[in-house]
Nanobody
Framework: QVQLVESGGGSVQTGGSLRLSCVMS????????MAWFRQTPGKGREGVALITTDGSTRYADSVKGRFTISLDNAKNTMYLQMNSLKSEDTAMYYC???????????????????????WGQGTQVTVSS
């Protein structure tokens, strides 16, 4: 059994920064992939960023240059540093993890529920002007 717990969400003004964290616990394999997704009411879950234990990353075009994903393998903790936040970044942010060896990381980020087995409960990010 694997548990994911997100933290770090909150309210911030446009142009501000937040850092999200996701701690994975339980029976964790050596190699894994973790990702951040976000969702607003009435919309599907959108891929934000993804990282693997070998250091490969992917970002949604909408966050490139503003968000940075990182992974502390020793702590099984993933981070998302979010800078230059915009109102359209407002969403519930979810952490996801899977132990599959994804052949196509772009596909994994585009298909959250087909790709990732384990999910956190989410942390709300609100960006206002």
């Amino acid at each position: 059994q694997v548990q994911l717990v997100e933290s770090g969400g909150g309210s911030v003004q446009t142009g501000g920064s937040l850092r999200l964290s996701c701690v994975m616990s339980g029976y964790v394999y050596v190699n894994y992939c973790m990702a951040w997704f976000r969702q607003t009411p009435g919309k599907g879950r959108e891929g934000v960023a993804l990282i693997t234990t070998d250091g490969s990353t992917r970002y949604a075009d909408s966050v490139k240059g503003r968000f940075t994903i990182s992974l502390d393998n020793a702590k099984n903790t993933m981070y998302l540093q979010m800078n230059s936040l915009k109102s359209e970044d407002t969403a519930m942010y979810y952490c996801a993890a899977d132990f599959s060896d994804f052949l196509d990381l772009d596909y994994a980020l585009e298909q959250p529920f087909k790709s990732f087995t384990y999910w956190g409960q989410g942390t709300q990010v609100t960006v206002s002007s």
